[in-house]
């Protein structure tokens, strides 16, 4: 399991590195010196820091995630709403044509 898939730095877009020496391991930028650990040490040190890492490095992608569904429900409360509004507009419109019908009778 030392194929561990890192992220580029979060901070700087520098390589990462891990430092799997010691408790606990760590990984690291070994561009700005960004680094972050898992608690841990060992093979399982090793991945516990590359998803803490990687966790990090994909924050970005997190907040595009919160952000779609934001938008999932801002899209849905909009749906309502032009729901009402055309329920709405129905009942405020009884010579409302029917849907098909010409425009002659206007
Ligand atoms: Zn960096």
């Known amino acids: 399991m030392s194929n561990i898939e890192l992220k580029p730095c979060p901070f700087c877009g520098g390589e990462a590195r891990m430092m799997k020496m010691g408790y606990p391991h760590w990984v690291y930028c070994r561009n700005c010196g ?4 898992g608690g841990k040490s060992g093979e399982e040190g090793e991945k516990a820091s590359a998803e803490a890492w990687n966790r990090r490095a994909s924050d970005d992608v997190a907040d595009e ?4 569904a934001y938008l999932m429900s801002i899209t ?3 749906a309502s709403i032009a729901d ?3 329920r709405f507009v ?7 044509r029917p849907p ?4 002659s009778g206007y």
């Open 76 to 78: 849905s409360s909009f």
């Open 100 to 103: 098909g019908s010409s425009l």
């Open 84 to 86: 009402s509004l055309e």
């Open 65 to 68: 995630e919160a952000a779609s």
């Open 34 to 37: 960004a680094r972050v650990h």
């Open 90 to 96: 129905d009942q405020s419109n009884p010579h409302r």
